[in-house]
């Protein structure tokens, strides 16, 4: 069971990582779905998606939950009938879910230069102390990207910008965390961000400060 990684960066929050090494029938068989999430899965054009898709729902039993546990709001934040926080991510053969007491959102990236095509489309702020000459440009980008999909996910909120409204403060690679903020209708909201990088991927995770 490829559980990958396991982190608790605090009493109330449990991050839990897989790496998707299992066949969409291997995922498929020991799960139980609700109607709407089969016909979902089996509407589905990629098997990649599938997997990904299937490979949440291993990360929930982890944790003790089942497929029927977790809902979504109308904006598509996810929830879990116990009233605890979960956020839910994945990307090509990663999938991570992080469960908390607080509000609390997760993103995981695959590292790729194309990125830096995109930078000007989601950050402003940043793009004052980032250099990009920097051999780490392409790795630090997608840091402010996971942590800015963090927040977005987080925050839930029709018409919230990575550009307008969010920003990440200066951090170096190794140090793996630091401080974002929410900057939205008059209201500033400071998050706690922390990001490590596995097999040419980026996740981070954010917390309100």
Known sequence: MPLYKTLTPNSDTTVKIWKITETYDDLMKPITLKPENMERVLGMKSELHQRGFLSVRHLLAE????????????NGKPHLKDGKHISITHSFTFSGVVVSDTEVGIDIEKQREKIGRIAHKFMDYESQYLDSNDHEYVRKLTVIWCVKESL????????????????????????????????????????DATFFEFEGFTCAFALPS
């Open 63 to 74: 944790f003790g939950y089942t497929d029927s546990d977790l809902f979504y709001d109308e």
């Open 152 to 191: 977005y996910k987080l925050f839930a909120t029709p018409g919230l910008s990575f550009l307008q409204h969010t920003l990440v403060i200066p951090f170096m690679i190794q140090d793996e965390e630091t401080v974002s903020w929410i900057d939205y209708e008059n209201s500033k909201h400071r998050f």
